[in-house]
């Protein structure tokens, strides 16, 4: 009988099907006054008559609209003489709410690009910005060997945000970092010294804002600039024995911190 027509009305069920809703929704309409069936069958179930499935049309109008169902029944029972108001103030809303949706749809656009692309400068603008030794396919050479580890997502999501402004910044800070520990090779400081441990933590804490390094972690790039023969000769490049130095003054501050370096994983 809930899923039939009969000639005084639609049942409750038939109603359901033709508005999209479920039945349970509209036996709640029915009780809080929203939209009430006009008559009954001899057996007690509801019937919706033409005028009661307009009102429900009204009622899902709005409810799209976001309206909530306390406003849409004072709007169709003519409660509220500001009807044109509350809609204009509905309408600013969801103004507002699309204007955010926008903003979230443009960052999920970079973060979906920086997850395939690295770094979202163009190529010119990242030579620019790193120098003219700088590859710009050294991102994609980058997310081929590490794009699907923690590490490269969290390397790409924070990619997103940055401006070329912000990718200078830390630039000129690697730049300094480098230099740095150049100076300290060539000026003799010692694996295992306060300074050599200063540098260490340093570099650790500039290339955390790329990824979480953890000094495990550390040990393994340390370990690779100075086995990977184009890492090697980068850090050569500032001053000879660098990559090798480098590693010793890590491996030094790893043991320090109770850490093998011989046995160090990237964890």
Known sequence: ?????????????????????????????????????????????????????????????????????????????????????????????????????????????????AHERGILLTDAEQIATFGNDWDPEQSQTARTLWGRTTQW?????????????????????????????ANAMDSGVEPGTQEAGELVERHRELFSTFFTLTR???????????EDPGFASYYNGLTPGLASWFRQIVDEAARAHGIDPDTATWQ
């Not at 790409?156 to 000129?172: F, G, N």
């Open 1 to 113: 009988m809930t899923d039939e027509v009969t000639r005084d009305g639609l049942t409750v069920g038939a109603v359901a099907d033709v508005a999209g809703v479920t039945v349970r929704t509209l036996h709640h309409w029915d009780e809080i006054g929203l939209a009430r069936p006009s008559g009954r069958t001899p057996s007690g179930y509801r019937l919706y008559t033409q005028s009661d499935l307009d009102r429900i049309d009204r009622v899902l109008a709005y409810r799209e609209s976001g309206l909530g169902l306390d406003t849409i029944r004072a709007l169709l029972d003519d409660a509220s003489p500001e009807v044109g108001a509350i809609l204009r103030e509905q309408r600013a809303q969801l103004a507002e709410r699309i204007g955010e949706l926008q903003r979230v749809d443009e960052r999920l656009a970079r973060m979906s690009q």
């Open 153 to 181: 997502a969290q390397f790409a999501e924070r990619s997103a945000s940055r401006s070329r402004a912000d990718w200078q910044r830390l630039s000129d800070a690697m730049r300094d970092m480098q230099a740095a520990l």
């Open 216 to 226: 495990h972690m550390q040990v393994c790039l340390a370990r690779m600039f100075e």
